[in-house]
């Protein structure tokens, strides 16, 4: 990978990419990473619910919505993100979904 150098920093490097606000990094990459991996500990808190049959599939669906993809897409409006970003969030979006409906 080619890394412009700006002065002494390289770009990707600033130390304003890794500033919150509201909850969010300012970094679209680095926030979608990091939303990826909240996703996916929310997903795993939820894992009782996932393998349990007694609960219906449209049930499970709701709960996924509430509690992990909002979770992923928080505040998604304000990124600016490069496609390969994205498709990391459509990966774990598609693998949580496989998951709840036990397609390995």
């Given at each position: 990978?080619?890394?412009?150098r700006?002065?002494?920093?390289y770009?990707?490097?600033e130390?304003?990419?890794s500033?919150?606000?509201?909850?969010?990094?300012?970094?679209?990459?680095k926030?979608?990473?990091?939303?990826?991996f909240?996703?996916?500990?929310?997903?795993?808190?939820?894992?009782?619910?996932?393998?349990?049959?007694?609960?219906s599939?449209h049930?499970?669906?709701?709960?996924?919505e509430?509690?992990?993809?909002?979770i992923?897409?928080?505040n998604?409006?304000?990124?600016?993100?490069?496609?390969?970003?994205?498709?990391?969030?459509d990966?774990?979006?598609?693998?949580?979904?496989r998951s709840i409906?036990?397609?390995?």
């Amino acid at each position: 990978k080619h890394q412009v150098r700006v002065g002494n920093i390289y770009r990707g490097d600033e130390e304003w990419r890794s500033n919150k606000i509201l909850g969010s990094l300012v970094c679209s990459v680095k926030d979608i990473k990091n939303r990826i991996f909240l996703g996916n500990v929310a997903f795993s808190k939820f894992e009782k619910v996932w393998m349990k049959s007694k609960i219906s599939l449209h049930m499970k669906i709701k709960i996924y919505e509430a509690q992990v993809v909002s979770i992923l897409l928080y505040n998604c409006n304000s990124w600016a993100a490069p496609q390969a970003s994205l498709n990391e969030l459509d990966i774990a979006h598609r693998k949580h979904l496989r998951s709840i409906l036990n397609i390995r």
